[in-house]
């Protein structure tokens, strides 16, 4: 029904997506899911036409988006938007009839016997008749939502758009809104492309699901099953999660796998030697664990030195884009001489962060546990010097941990001994 | 049949009756509203520097235009004014509706994207450069607001960009304007300042009465093309994107209902000068009393504003009589007090 054909869109200088290719069918829930500024909402804008193409095309049963008039286009989707304000105060009944603007026969008003008709459904149906006549600058956000809502299903599209339409309902309106759409979709044939947060109602509702990576590229798509599985998760969201099926309807269910207890860290004192971002996210999370924790070597402007200056985390400086002095290095090995662990992220080896492995080696036989965040091969720029060492470090009973949430697992370990 | 239009309508009037009562007395208001201009303009042929009673205006008004002082003053005077206050006010109202709609603030006002300052500077161009003919300063304002708005809309590239992006170009152009306008003041001779001051105040009495049925055609005309867009007014309250999303052309709109009401605003500015206050409150006043849905807005608004400078001039020209207190002061003085109580009376929510 809708042709999503090499599309790519850039917002001044940065892209935003490019060469998506995908098409949505006639009665389908399609959700789209992805991390935050991914696209997700530009992505519903450029299907509907609202914003520009600049290359690519959106076919419309092989209509361009571009040649559909807006009120034609209006008649064949209803858009639910994120949540909006609306500075004059119209009855809830005044704005769900504009969702007959489209279908309207009469210049000043939608006194149809067919729009008062869809007007009263669409109101019954959100479960907002008693807030028929309340201005709608009283309502409280999940009571919008649902308005706002109605105003679409007064619109009699055979497509409907949500963008995050139930994320400021409570539960009980939240899985009533869910049952609706799943009703429309079963017996209207209503086709329905959603943006969502709720990765379980999506699973649980979607004929498909479209993955979006960070870069605005299609990681998945496909059925639920198939594209909510933990590998994708965590590569796209970086999160730890297992994904269960729920035990009474048999979907994808996604199980959180945070640890609280083990976040709790004061006291210990840990180095990071880390650089060109790696350890950005690690720095901010000791931070709010309240581990001591201390930094370097790192050139000044490196995004890891910015993130750490800005918590206080005292840091081995080295002038920017030059490689580790003595005397950098010196002030590195006195700071990591007074803690008990050695944290090594993920980086990229080249010769000028080369001595870093070297500081390890150093610690290893001072005593201090050493742990090595999964390394790669192909991070190694130095003809194989760094791999060399890494592995020596290995031998020498640095451990080497997955990813950041066994690190925290390891790091409570400690804290115990 | 000749008989069923007659059935309908007495159905009507009987569904008129059995009406509940909060519904009927909301019809009276209307209706009062309806007639209230005209009552405004009986009051204001009374009031002025010579006070007439009413059963001697009566009697002048059953006469006709005649040579006597009183008929003299009450057709050739005071009911030009009368006119002229109520064509400004409705043209004032009707503009500020429509730009706070489309502008989607509140605090939007006919004066906002530089109309004020654009016929300001056209008309105090033409009295710098020594016209004093009450045919041309009106047209030299009137190109000079039209032609600040188009400056407003081309810079702005008004048909795709935000509604804030739109208002600050408006005030740039209109500071811009106003800058232009104290340094031709600043060159003038004492003569034309003091005129000029006078336009830019606000005043009722300058307009050539030739213009006033050219302007009363133009306000109508333009009063019946904004009303045809008021569904489209609406939706442009719900915002550009959700307005597009729900079948309207908003480019196109835009353009219709910028023309429509910087015209409006153009003839009120280019006939009476910069009065000022009426195309904010009005707007606001209606608002709170019969809702923000623009169907019956305009009208509403329409004579409402009318209705209110008639009578805010009639107190200007009698308070002080024979002297004049400029209107805006009146304006300000009557409205604000009265927008402040509805305000609290209706729990602070526009």
């Not at chain 1, 006639?26 to 899911?33: A, F, P, T």
């Not at chain 1, 109605?150 to 009699?156: F, G, I, P, W, Y």
């Not at chain 2, 023309?259 to 195309?279: D, E, I, N």
Request: proline share 5%; with cysteine.
């Amino acid at each position: 029904m809708i042709q999503i054909n090499n599309l790519s869109f850039s917002f001044a200088a940065a892209e935003i997506f490019s060469d998506l290719n995908f098409s949505v069918s006639r009665g389908e829930i399609l959700s789209i899911i992805g991390p935050n500024g991914c696209g997700k909402s530009t992505l519903l804008r450029l299907l509907r036409g609202s914003l520009k193409i600049q290359t690519g095309e959106v076919l419309w049963e092989k209509t361009p988006v571009e040649k559909i008039p807006p009120r034609e286009m209006a008649r064949r989707v209803a858009v639910v938007p994120q949540s909006t304000t609306i500075p004059f105060p119209y009855k809830v009944r005044e704005l769900v009839a504009m969702g007959r603007y489209p279908h309207r026969k009469n210049l000043l008003s939608f006194q149809d016997k067919s729009d008062l008709y869809a007007i009263e459904q669409a109101l019954v149906m959100t479960d907002i008749l008693p807030l028929a006549e309340r201005p709608v600058t009283q309502l409280s956000g999940g009571e919008l939502q649902r308005v706002l809502l109605a105003r679409a299903l007064a619109q009699n599209s055979s497509v409907l758009f949500l963008d995050e339409a139930t994320s400021h309902l409570d539960i009980d309106h939240r899985l009533e809104l869910t049952e609706l759409l799943v009703r429309l979709n079963r017996e209207q044939q209503t086709t329905i492309v959603q943006i969502s947060h709720d990765l379980d109602l999506a699973a649980a509702i979607s004929q498909r699901i479209l993955l979006l990576t960070e870069h605005g590229k299609i990681a998945e798509i496909g059925i639920p099953k198939k594209v909510m599985t933990a590998a994708n998760l965590q590569r796209i969201f970086r999160v730890d999660v297992k994904v269960n099926s729920n035990p009474f309807t048999g979907t994808p269910q996604i199980v959180p796998l945070i640890n609280c207890s083990a976040h709790q860290l004061n006291g210990l004192k840990i180095h990071l030697i880390c650089g060109g971002g790696s350890g950005k996210t690690l720095l901010r999370r000791l931070h709010l664990t309240q581990a001591e924790t201390t930094a370097g070597p790192l050139n000044q402007g490196d995004s890891d030195e910015a993130v750490a200056t800005t918590l206080n985390i005292p840091v081995a400086q080295e002038v920017p884009f030059n490689p580790f002095s003595e005397s950098t290095l010196l002030k590195a090995k006195k700071l990591i001489d007074q803690t008990g662990v050695l944290v090594i992220t993920t980086q990229w080896w080249g010769e000028g962060n080369l001595p870093c492995l070297d500081l390890a080696e150093k610690a290893i036989r001072q005593g201090i546990a050493v742990y090595l965040l999964a390394q790669q091969r192909e991070q190694d720029f130095t003809e194989g010097k760094a791999w060399g060492k890494i592995q020596q470090l290995q031998q020498q009973g640095a451990k080497t941990i997955r990813n950041e949430e066994h690190l925290f697992e390891e790091l409570a370990q400690q804290l115990i001994v | 049949m000749a008989l069923k239009p007659w059935l309908k309508l007495s159905i009507q009037i009987l569904n008129l009756m059995n009406r509940p009562k909060k519904e009927n007395k909301r019809r009276l208001w209307q209706l009062l509203l309806l007639l209230s201009p005209l009552l405004a303009t009986l009051i204001s042929l009374s009031a002025g520097s010579l006070d007439l009673p009413w059963n001697k205006l009566f009697a002048i008004l059953r006469q006709g235009p005649g040579s006597d002082v009183e008929q003299v003053i009450i057709w050739q005077i005071r009911f030009p004014r009368a006119l002229l206050a109520g064509l400004v006010g409705a043209a004032l109202s009707l503009s500020g509706v429509t730009f706070q709609a489309v502008l989607r603030n509140p605090l939007a006002d006919p004066y906002l994207l530089g109309v004020s300052g654009g016929a300001a500077l056209g008309a105090v161009t033409a009295l710098t450069c020594g016209i004093q003919s009450p045919i041309v300063i009106p047209l030299a304002a009137f190109v000079g607001a039209l032609t600040a708005l188009l400056l407003v809309y081309l810079v702005a590239q008004a048909h795709t960009c935000s509604s804030h992006t739109l208002i600050l170009s408006g005030v740039m152009i209109g500071s811009l304007a106003a800058a232009l306008l104290l340094f031709l003041l600043w060159r003038a001779p004492a003569d034309a300042t003091r005129q000029a001051i006078f336009w830019l105040a606000g005043n009722l009495s300058l307009a050539d009465p030739d213009w006033l049925s050219w302007g009363w055609l133009w306000v109508i005309i333009g009063f019946l093309l904004l009303w045809s867009q008021s569904l489209n007014l609406d939706l442009l309250t719900q915002g550009e994107e959700t307005a597009a999303d729900l079948g309207l052309n908003v480019g196109r709109t835009r353009l219709i209902l910028f023309t429509l009401a910087g015209a409006l605003t153009a003839c009120a500015v280019s006939l009476a000068g910069l009065v000022g206050f009426v195309g904010l409150v009005i707007p606001h006043i209606c608002r709170l009393l019969w809702g923000p849905g623009h169907r019956l807005l305009l009208p509403f608004s329409a004579l409402l504003g009318s209705t209110f400078l008639i009578i805010a001039d009639a107190i200007a020209r009698s308070l002080y009589a024979p002297a004049e207190i400029p209107v805006g002061v009146v304006t300000a003085l009557l409205g604000a007090p009265f927008f402040l109580y509805l305000l609290r009376r209706k729990g602070g929510d526009l």
